[in-house]
Nanobody
Framework: QVRLVESGGDSVQAGGSLRLSCAASGYSYGTYYMGWFRQAPGKEREVVAIIESNGSTSYSDSVKGRFTISKDNAKNTLYLQMNSLKPEDTAMYYC???????????????WGQGTQVTVSS
């Protein structure tokens, strides 16, 4: 069965950096599409960044230029490097994965449990 486990969330000051990790198991890691999503209190979950099996990436406008998604297929791990963090980045961050399909990010099949990121001003 697919298992995704996030780590790396923390409390930081605005302008700081964090790197989130998502350890994946239970499937052919390299063939799946993967991404990071976040949900702030009182708001809907939103996509932050996604990466396809060929390495192609996409970012939400709110994080473009500050966040970088990457993956290490040898370690079955997905990363999100977050720089220049802002208070509005405060949220629970989730890792998600799915088989390659159109608009997969609208409803991923597999989710991690989340890791909390808190940015103070």
């Amino acid at each position: 069965q697919v298992r995704l486990v996030e780590s790396g969330g923390d409390s930081v000051q605005a302008g700081g950096s964090l790197r989130l990790s998502c350890a994946a198991s239970g499937y052919s890691y390299g063939t799946y599409y993967m991404g990071w999503f976040r949900q702030a209190p009182g708001k809907e979950r939103e996509v932050v960044a996604i990466i396809e099996s060929n390495g192609s990436t996409s970012y939400s406008d709110s994080v473009k230029g500050r966040f970088t998604i990457s993956k290490d297929n040898a370690k079955n791990t997905l990363y999100l490097q977050m720089n220049s963090l802002k208070p509005e980045d405060t949220a629970m961050y989730y890792c998600a994965a799915d088989l390659p399909r159109r608009a997969w990010w609208k409803g991923p099949s597999y989710w991690g449990q989340g890791t909390q990121v808190t940015v103070s001003s």
